[in-house]
């Protein structure tokens, strides 16, 4: 089966396992007639292929014929088809019997005399006699397209139906439901086959949202496709498999957007032969309801289509009956799915179109209920009524951002932009600013840059200066995403402070508090605290006076520079953040949540950082904040790497890496995720891909905190694969990155690396200069959370001097307080250190115990390089004690083999030993290497033959 329809057969085992009783059924020479339906597109065909696949490989003969959409005009067209078929057969008896069946039906179509009734009755069960001898072992006919059958063909295949319980067949046809209307012959003999218990039918669904995202993330290139895409295609196909296929190749090739109608060819063909066969009245109401584009009724239909109600409602019951329209509620009628709208609408003429798109607009205007501003809006903008729409566009656009419907409030101002043609500037000034905040609430930045810049240029020209300095805060925010330098963004913010200097009235002292708060705010996240002290204490000054939503903003920015700087400004962020939400002020709320969860991400406080973001990620979805949701959510796939949840973290970090939508902070913090995930389970060119990029954009934007976490895991990168030369150059890079500004929380990663790496180039007075250096900086900034790397360095240098007793004292607190602060990499390679110390003090049961601890921790998320440093001491320690009874096994691997010798499963065994099942198979994959053996029967042999147990 190729992997399209393997896609595509997701979802579908229920079906698949029913279908597949009938073949188990006729193995036992008790068979039936099933019928798979459905509409066009929704995986019947693929369904069936499935199905003969099966039972090919059961051993069943298989036949199988199809109806075309003229045959329903043509006697016997699917049997003359499967007659064919069978004449073409190796077998000199079944191909008789072929060639007679189609010269029966060839003879009954074209004699005119005798007894009509009488020769369709002998040809029906001479024609049936001849389709049950294909029985003569195990089969599968199956029928294609029944819907569009014959009466002729029908019949044979309801009198086939009778037989079949006696035989070894089993017949599956498919019907598509939407074209079962009043006229189609298949349409009472599928009720009368099902009614008289002949037949089993699957009616095949549409895919539920699960099923329907997954089929995305099957088909899109590399697995990840962003939500929104997920999103669009589940509204557009309607769950329709052959839908959703055809929509995420036209996004692939940037045929399908947000704003477009796309329709795939295949189904716009498909419409217009089904529009086409419709009455002229079922015409109009087709394309009226089109145009309508939502439920409605049928006095809005005959309203908008300019007739009455009883051609209105003859014609609305024919698009009922050609299952173009359904009752979705009782009154209110509309199409099965999108695409089928869009493509009638298309179908209209375009004059015709604009003019219903008038009518529409006026039939909301009147009937207020009907969809508001928002659904007026499109339509006039449709009729070519722009001045309305711009009106009817901005009032909905207010509300919907009121209500925290950002993405909608940015659709509408885009039209109410686009639609927007008198030289109004003061107007197109507001429109545009409007527009940049939504866009930036939503994460399209690039658009909320050049919508910001440019409503500025309209406010400077016009004589308002104020209004244009109130812009710039804002606008730095964005350019921050977008990654432009600290200095380029300064000098925007010291620019529009010098417009609004020595001006007293409120608004220009308003906006002179937010550009301090802005400044303060820029140093802020390019880890320049002492700047971004004062700023901020500036700030808190201009913004004393000033409304409270001015004031909270400050002070978040105010207790984020506290914390990094090392004092206690937690609370004072918590208190301002819950007051932002308790005031409905989502801006500030959502931004004190970023600051929170992201600050305790950086400076290792993870559960405060989980608690908050977690809540944070939650708010700003909830407020449709995109660019707060997806940085919150990238600062959690770091948590979870700290943390030890790998898997969870690239989950997430690929999510977002495929949501892009140009923040690039976002993008960074979610590289870093990948790659130190990357180089945690040894795929070292993963991680360099991954923190390379990382490194240039970080770079590009002259930001420690975006290039200094992916210059730490490209040096300890070089640590790992032996070129120490190297991590010396990176971790010096870093250092001189950090005490330039006396920062801790991205340098404290580079104190133990650094050691690490002098001391493997056999420097150990650079390795204790640096481990001077680095602790001083860590030590003078005081971030509790940087504070054990400085034990874990120091106690990494008594261990190479030889002084066993302070290196165990200093790395034992060092191992406690990682695990307190749950840094899982530091925590891991800390015990290893541990466990080589007790090696060289001639602690071997200590140091057995530290190695299957990081054994079980590096098995439960695949860490390559600490299950070899695992194995490397647990060598040694093999080695240099005296033989035991489980040699060569250590002792935990002989407490498996002695479990295996009981018949004991994995599962069982890793309940026994208190592990998890994979760390279980780990240690059998260990036993099996060191043994010589392949199976479970010889490691139970060899245990049994051991003399002796674990002591």
Known sequence: MDDRRTQVIRGRDELLALAGQRLTAALDGAGGLVLVSGEAGIGKTRLLQALQERAGEQGFALWSAAAFPQDVELSAGLLLELGHAMA??????????????????????????????????????????????????????????????????????????????????????????????????????????????????????????????????????????????????????????????????????????????????????????????????????????????????????????????????????????????????????????????????????????????????????????????????????????????????????????????????????????????????????????????????????????????????????????????ALVARLVAVRHLLGDPLEDRVALLRAALRTVEGRDEPEAQRVRADLLAGEAAAYLVDD?????????????????????????????????????????????????????????????????????????????????????????????????????????????????????????????????????????TTRIIALHALGFVALGRGRYDAAVTALGEARASGEDMRELQRFSPALWGLAEIAVLTGDAAAAVTLTGAGFDASHEILEAANLFPFLVTGTRARLAAQDPSGAQEWADRVSADLVARGVPGTLPAVDHAAGLIQLAAGRTGKARELLGRARADWAARQRWWEGQWCALDLARCAVASNRRTEAAALVEEVREAATAVGSTPLLEAAAAIGSRLDHHDAPQAWSPLTQREFEVARLVARGLTNREIAEELRITARTAGSHLEHIRAKLGVSRRSEIAAWATATEGSPS
């Open 88 to 469: 073409r057969s190796e077998s000199t008896e079944v191909a008789a019997r072929g060639r007679d069946l189609v010269a029966d039906l060839v003879d009954v179509g074209a004699s005119s005399t005798g007894d009509a009734h009488r020769r369709r009755r002998l040809l029906v069960l001479d024609a049936v006699e001849r389709l049950a001898a294909l029985a003569n072992g195990p089969a599968l006919l199956s029928l294609e397209d029944l819907h569009w059958c014959d009466e002729l063909s029908l019949e044979i295949v309801g009198h086939l139906a009778r037989r079949l319980p006696d035989l070894p067949m089993c017949v599956v046809g498919t019907l598509r439901t939407d074209e079962l209307h009043q006229d189609s012959p298949a349409r009472a003999w599928r009720s009368r086959v099902l009614l008289q218990r002949l037949a089993q039918e699957l009616h095949v669904p549409a895919l539920d949202r699960g099923q329907g995202a997954q089929m995305v993330r099957d088909l899109v290139p590399g697995g990840a496709p962003s939500r929104r895409l997920i999103e669009l295609v589940q509204r557009r196909s309607g769950g329709v498999p052959l839908h959703v296929e055809e929509l995420v190749n036209a996004a692939t090739q940037g045929r399908l957007t947000p704003s477009s109608r796309y329709v795939p060819e295949t189904l716009a063909e498909a419409v217009q032969q089904r529009f086409d066969a419709l009455s002229p009245p079922a015409r109009d109401i087709a394309v009226a309801a089109a145009v309508v584009r939502r439920s409605c009724d049928l006095d809005l239909l005959a309203e908008v289509a300019g007739t009455s109600h009883d051609p209105a409602a003859a014609g609305l019951d024919e698009l009922v009956d050609r299952h173009l329209v359904v009752e979705e509620a009782p009154g209110w009628f509309g199409f099965r799915h999108a695409l089928i709208r869009d493509a009638v609408e298309g179908v209209a003429p375009r004059a015709l179109r604009r003019a219903l798109h008038a009518r529409v607009a006026d039939v909301a205007r009147r009937r207020g209920q009907l969809g508001g501003d928002a659904y007026r809006s499109a339509h006039h903008e449709e009729a070519g009524q722009y001045d309305e729409a711009v009106d009817a566009a901005s009032a909905a656009a207010l509300r919907a951002s009121t209500l925290s419907a950002h993405q909608d409030a940015l659709d509408l101002l885009n039209r109410a932009v686009r639609c927007l043609r008198a030289p109004d500037d003061p107007r197109r000034a507001d429109l545009l600013a409007r527009r940049a905040v939504e866009a930036a609430a939503t994460d399209h930045n690039a658009r909320a840059a050049e919508d910001f810049e440019e409503a500025r240029r309209l406010r400077t020209a016009a004589g308002d200066p104020v209004g244009a300095a």
């Open 528 to 664: 320049r605290l002492d700047e971004a002290l004062r700023a901020a204490e500036t700030a808190l000054e201009a913004v004393a006076l000033q409304d409270e939503q001015a004031r909270l903003d400050t002070v978040i920015t105010a207790g984020t520079v506290e914390v990094f700087a090392g004092r206690d400004g937690w609370g004072r962020l918590e208190e301002a953040t819950r007051a932002a939400r308790e005031l409905g002020l989502e801006a500030e709320a959502a931004r004190g949540y970023r600051m929170l969860g992201s600050s305790a991400s950086t400076l290792v406080e993870y559960d405060r950082a989980e608690r908050w973001l977690s809540e944070g990620v939650e708010y700003a979805a909830r407020t449709q904040q995109w660019n707060h949701r997806h940085y919150m959510a990238s600062h959690q796939a770091h948590v979870w790497w700290c943390r030890g949840r790998w898997d969870a973290a690239v989950v997430e970090a690929q999510q977002l890496l495929a949501d892009d939508e140009g923040g690039i």
